[in-house]
Protein backbone atom coordinates (compact mmCIF):
# COMPACT_ATOMS: atom_id res chain seq x y z
CA UNK A 1 0.00 0.00 0.00
CA UNK A 2 1.71 3.11 -1.10
CA UNK A 3 0.93 6.44 0.24
CA UNK A 4 0.02 9.57 -1.68
CA UNK A 5 1.40 12.67 -1.19
CA UNK A 6 -1.40 15.67 -2.00
CA UNK A 7 -0.57 18.14 -4.08
CA UNK A 8 -1.73 21.50 -3.84
CA UNK A 9 -3.85 23.14 -6.36
CA UNK A 10 -3.24 26.80 -8.05
CA UNK A 11 -4.96 29.34 -5.28
CA UNK A 12 -7.47 30.21 -7.81
CA UNK A 13 -8.21 27.24 -8.75
CA UNK A 14 -9.13 26.55 -4.93
CA UNK A 15 -10.96 29.42 -4.85
CA UNK A 16 -13.47 28.78 -7.87
CA UNK A 17 -13.81 25.08 -6.31
CA UNK A 18 -15.05 26.09 -3.23
CA UNK A 19 -17.35 28.71 -4.67
CA UNK A 20 -18.67 26.09 -7.27
CA UNK A 21 -18.91 23.56 -3.85
CA UNK A 22 -21.28 26.27 -2.22
CA UNK A 23 -23.45 26.86 -5.51
CA UNK A 24 -24.00 23.18 -6.95
CA UNK A 25 -23.46 20.16 -4.83
CA UNK A 26 -20.12 18.44 -6.52
CA UNK A 27 -19.31 21.06 -8.37
CA UNK A 28 -15.81 21.38 -5.83
CA UNK A 29 -14.77 18.31 -6.65
CA UNK A 30 -15.08 17.85 -10.22
CA UNK A 31 -12.95 21.21 -10.42
CA UNK A 32 -10.35 19.86 -8.70
CA UNK A 33 -10.97 16.57 -10.52
CA UNK A 34 -11.97 14.44 -8.40
CA UNK A 35 -15.06 13.35 -10.94
CA UNK A 36 -16.49 10.46 -8.67
CA UNK A 37 -16.11 11.99 -5.46
CA UNK A 38 -18.04 15.02 -7.38
CA UNK A 39 -20.95 12.94 -9.20
CA UNK A 40 -21.49 10.65 -6.51
CA UNK A 41 -22.03 13.76 -4.03
CA UNK A 42 -24.04 15.69 -6.77
CA UNK A 43 -26.17 13.06 -6.71
CA UNK A 44 -26.14 11.92 -2.81
CA UNK A 45 -27.34 15.61 -2.03
CA UNK A 46 -29.68 15.65 -4.23
CA UNK A 47 -31.59 12.88 -4.21
CA UNK A 48 -31.51 13.93 -0.40
CA UNK A 49 -33.10 17.42 -1.06
CA UNK A 50 -35.76 15.42 -3.48
CA UNK A 51 -36.57 12.99 -1.09
CA UNK A 52 -37.09 15.64 1.65
CA UNK A 53 -39.44 17.27 -0.99
CA UNK A 54 -41.41 14.47 -1.32
CA UNK A 55 -41.48 13.13 2.01
CA UNK A 56 -43.48 17.28 2.54
CA UNK A 57 -41.24 18.78 4.59
CA UNK A 58 -40.31 22.33 4.41
CA UNK A 59 -37.39 24.60 3.79
CA UNK A 60 -37.09 27.45 6.65
CA UNK A 61 -36.22 31.02 6.23
CA UNK A 62 -34.67 33.03 9.18
CA UNK A 63 -36.69 33.94 11.75
CA UNK A 64 -36.78 35.97 15.16
CA UNK A 65 -35.89 32.36 16.99
CA UNK A 66 -32.61 31.33 17.08
CA UNK A 67 -33.60 27.81 16.06
CA UNK A 68 -34.87 28.89 12.86
CA UNK A 69 -31.86 30.35 11.94
CA UNK A 70 -30.08 27.64 12.56
CA UNK A 71 -32.08 25.38 10.26
CA UNK A 72 -32.08 27.87 7.92
CA UNK A 73 -28.55 27.92 7.87
CA UNK A 74 -28.45 24.24 6.96
CA UNK A 75 -30.83 24.62 4.50
CA UNK A 76 -29.02 27.35 2.32
CA UNK A 77 -26.10 25.23 2.26
CA UNK A 78 -27.28 23.37 -0.97
CA UNK A 79 -26.91 26.50 -2.50
CA UNK A 80 -28.14 27.16 -5.98
CA UNK A 81 -31.64 24.89 -5.24
CA UNK A 82 -32.49 27.15 -1.68
CA UNK A 83 -32.04 30.52 -3.97
CA UNK A 84 -34.49 28.96 -6.67
CA UNK A 85 -36.71 27.79 -4.19
CA UNK A 86 -36.37 31.50 -2.12
CA UNK A 87 -37.03 33.53 -5.38
CA UNK A 88 -39.89 31.56 -6.39
CA UNK A 89 -41.29 30.98 -3.20
CA UNK A 90 -41.60 27.11 -3.32
CA UNK A 91 -41.34 24.99 -0.32
CA UNK A 92 -41.65 27.60 2.33
CA UNK A 93 -45.15 27.41 3.47
CA UNK A 94 -46.55 25.18 5.63
CA UNK A 95 -50.33 23.71 5.92
CA UNK A 96 -51.67 21.75 8.53
CA UNK A 97 -52.34 18.45 6.25
CA UNK A 98 -48.53 18.68 5.32
CA UNK A 99 -47.82 19.24 8.93
CA UNK A 100 -50.14 16.21 10.13
CA UNK A 101 -48.40 13.67 7.43
CA UNK A 102 -45.75 11.01 9.18
CA UNK A 103 -43.39 11.69 7.27
CA UNK A 104 -43.25 16.04 7.11
CA UNK A 105 -40.41 16.13 9.90
CA UNK A 106 -38.57 12.83 8.27
CA UNK A 107 -38.70 15.69 5.03
CA UNK A 108 -37.45 18.17 7.17
CA UNK A 109 -34.47 16.43 8.27
CA UNK A 110 -33.48 15.09 5.03
CA UNK A 111 -33.92 18.86 3.25
CA UNK A 112 -31.42 19.97 6.41
CA UNK A 113 -28.84 17.03 5.99
CA UNK A 114 -28.63 18.28 2.40
CA UNK A 115 -27.27 20.81 3.16
CA UNK A 116 -24.93 20.14 6.13
CA UNK A 117 -23.89 17.25 3.88
CA UNK A 118 -23.04 19.95 1.20
CA UNK A 119 -21.33 22.10 3.44
CA UNK A 120 -19.23 19.58 4.64
CA UNK A 121 -18.25 18.72 1.19
CA UNK A 122 -17.56 22.21 0.22
CA UNK A 123 -14.91 22.07 3.32
CA UNK A 124 -13.72 19.16 1.97
CA UNK A 125 -13.20 20.63 -1.34
CA UNK A 126 -11.09 23.08 0.54
CA UNK A 127 -8.87 20.62 1.95
CA UNK A 128 -8.42 18.72 -1.19
CA UNK A 129 -7.40 22.40 -2.99
CA UNK A 130 -5.06 23.47 -0.79
CA UNK A 131 -3.42 19.77 -0.34
CA UNK A 132 -4.25 18.91 2.88
CA UNK A 133 -5.89 15.88 1.71
CA UNK A 134 -5.18 13.81 -1.34
Same mark, same amino acid.
Given at each position: ????????????????????????????????????????? +? %??? &???? !??? #? @????????????????????????????????????????????? +? %??? &???? !??? #? @????????????????????????
Amino acid at each position: MSSQIPVPAPPARTAMACLGAFIIPGLGHIILGRWWRGLLL +A %ASI &TLLF !GLG #F @LMEGHLFKPDKEWLTWFFSILDAGIGLPYLVCLLSDVGFQITQEQ +A %AKV &TFEY !GNN #F @LCVAGALNLLAAMDAFDIGIGRKA
